[in-house]
Antibody, heavy 121, light 105 residues
């Protein structure tokens, strides 16, 4: 079964840093663009970052720009999200999601189970 | 790009036909997906390309629309359809989601 598994979440103080990981399995990871999407408690889904399959194209949401860095290691079938200067409002479940090709209208067809980040003093 | 999803919540009964709408501020042709999220779970893809049913999704789910106006329908609501539903556009960057529609019984 195609799978994405996030890890790295936890409790961090305001201003702190955290690195999230997402491991892909049973698909050709290097051929897929990837996204990070988060969901604050009781809120909706918020897209926060995109990276192309080669890593050459990257986008960030304005709400996190300058505070997060997306990266990937195709040799390890892994996606990462480095977060700095964390704020209370960054508290959320963070999901990685695979993006299908243009043939599939770039839909997010596979999602991980999510990892929880709690920013609190 | 702005996504306006409505209603924000709805109450229905088993067997009802339910329709959720999603309007975008710009023409996205048919680069529109619908996701279902049950409490405590990750989102699940239901429909992409505005009307293409993802493999394994029951046929009571359907999507339609193009341009700026889209809809998701559930022809006969089942107990397991209790969830929040989100639309998402994938024509422009940044990708954006609707605010969600909670379906309750």
């Amino acid at each position: 079964e195609v799978q994405l598994v996030e890890s790295g979440g936890g409790l961090v103080r305001p201003g702190g840093s955290l690195r999230l990981s997402c491991a892909g399995s049973r698909f050709n990871f290097s051929t897929y663009n990837m996204n990070w999407v988060r969901q604050a408690p009781g809120k909706g889904l918020e897209w926060i970052s995109y990276i192309s399959n080669t890593g050459s194209t990257i986008y960030y949401a304005d709400s996190v720009k300058g505070r997060i860095t997306i990266s990937r290691d195709n040799a390890k079938n892994s996606l990462y999200l480095q977060m700095h200067s964390l704020r209370d409002e960054d508290t959320a479940v963070y999901y990685c999601a695979r993006e299908g090709s243009r043939r599939y209208f770039y839909t997010m067809d596979v999602w991980g189970q999510g990892t929880t980040v709690t920013v609190s003093s | 790009i702005q996504m306006t999803q409505s209603p924000s919540s709805l109450s229905a009964s088993v067997g009802d036909r339910v329709t959720i709408t999603c309007r975008t501020s710009q023409n996205i042709i048919n680069y529109l997906s619908w996701y279902q999220q049950k409490p405590g779970q990750a989102p699940r893809l239901l429909i992409y390309g505005a009307s293409i049913l993802q493999s394994g999704v029951p046929s009571r789910f359907s999507g339609r629309g193009s341009g700026t106006d889209f809809s998701l329908s559930i022809s006969s609501l089942q107990p397991e359809d209790l969830a929040t539903y989100y639309c998402q556009q994938s024509y422009f960057n940044p990708r954006t989601f609707g605010q969600g529609t909670r379906v309750e019984f």
